[in-house]
């Protein structure tokens, strides 16, 4: 019964911000990694940032010194933060939760972000 539910996408102008949030449930929040990916019409799936149970971080070169990834264990979630949005931003946003030992897998059902003028 594990979800990840993710929220706060929508419209914005380009430069503009939004805060994405991925609550986790049914799991032990802090033995996964948490990922987000996106994905773009016609494009493949790919990684924006993620963050480790201990707290490293890492990004994709097209999103450094712009978004921000942190997780509150508390609240079993983590965030996106994302500043100075570009209309090549403009993607499904999904929460991915994983761990290696035992190997699990889990996504939720994405949120969309639109920035356009």
């Known amino acids: 019964q594990v979800q990840l539910v993710e929220s706060g996408g929508g419209l914005v102008q380009p430069g503009g911000s939004l805060r994405l949030s991925c609550v986790a449930s049914g799991m032990i929040f802090s033995m996964y990694r948490m990922s987000w990916y996106r994905q773009a019409p016609g494009k493949q799936r790919e990684l924006v940032a993620r963050?480790?149970?201990?707290?490293?971080?890492d990004y994709a070169d097209f999103v450094k010194g712009r978004f921000t990834i942190s997780r509150d264990s508390a609240k079993n979630t983590v965030y996106l933060q994302m500043n100075s949005l570009e209309p090549e931003d403009t993607a499904v946003y999904l929460c991915?939760?994983?761990?290696?030992?035992?190997?699990?897998?889990?996504w939720g059902q994405g949120t969309q972000v639109t920035v356009s003028s």
């Open positions: 963050i480790s149970s201990g707290g490293s971080t």
């Open positions: 991915c939760a994983d761990r290696a030992v035992p190997m699990r897998e889990y």
